[in-house]
């Protein structure tokens, strides 16, 4: 069975300041990845997901996120933080095209000023 | 509507009570998926609709726990005999169809029970 792993449970950033947030997955193939960001009192969004083809996949609000096959990675990264990303970052793995997945346990992002 | 919408947002109710939870995903999306938010087991699958088949029910953790969809769109979690341990935010979610790449969440019901 596939699984999530994010390392960090909590990461204070200053507002401006580059971010980057791990994820490992364990699965046998290629999985379908994705990262869902969760603002307090709300659903989950999908900031971006990767299926296939170019590695460094770009999603909403000037998030991006790296595949890396070798080291079974898929990290998030955004050049420059706004006290509005402060919220809670979630990795998951589906392996199907459809949304039955797999989560991590999530990383709270707090956004100093 | 224009997103899923969960009812209640949130429920308290006595331990051996039954719950219902409500999920009104958006309209045209054939696939609707439970998810279960909690505090030790973060986000977990429960139970996922698409169309007319089967569901998968394969991520319900006990026969406590059931859903239905009615007519392709709303859907039904019910917890009968609640423990304390179903604590937890209950999400829904739904699709375009069973290939597609994004799912659209509910903000989601809180159930507490005390």
């Known amino acids: 069975a596939q699984s999530v792993t994010q390392p960090d449970i909590h990461i204070t950033v200053s507002e401006g300041a580059s971010l980057e947030l791990r994820c490992n997955y364990s699965y046998g193939a290629t999985p379908y990845l994705f990262w869902y960001v969760q603002s307090p009192g709300q659903g989950l969004q999908l900031l971006l997901k990767?299926?296939?083809?170019?590695?460094l996949v770009q999603g909403i609000k000037g998030f991006e996120a790296e595949f890396k096959r070798s080291q079974s990675s898929f990290n998030l990264r955004k050049p420059s933080v706004h006290w509005s990303d402060a919220a809670e970052y979630f990795c998951a793995v589906g392996v199907t095209a459809g949304n039955k997945l797999t989560f991590g346990g999530g990383t709270r992002v707090l956004v100093k000023p | 509507g224009a997103g899923v919408s969960q009812s209640p947002s949130n429920k308290v109710t006595e331990k051996g009570k039954d719950v219902e939870l409500r999920c009104d995903p958006i309209s045209g999306h054939t696939a609707l998926y439970w998810y279960r938010q909690s505090l030790g087991q973060g986000l977990e699958f429960l139970i996922y609709?698409?169309?007319?088949?089967?569901?998968?029910k394969s991520g319900l953790p006990s026969d406590r726990f059931s859903a239905e969809r009615t007519g392709g769109s709303v859907s039904t979690l019910t917890i009968q005999r609640t423990q304390q341990e179903d604590s937890a935010v209950y999400l829904c979610?739904?699709?375009?169809?069973?290939?597609?790449?994004?799912?659209?969440f509910g903000q989601g019901t809180r159930l507490t029970v005390v």
């Open positions: 609709f698409q169309g007319n088949s089967a569901p998968d």
């Open positions: 990767y299926f296939s083809g170019d590695t």
């Open positions: 979610a739904s699709s375009r169809s069973r290939t597609s790449t994004e799912a659209f």
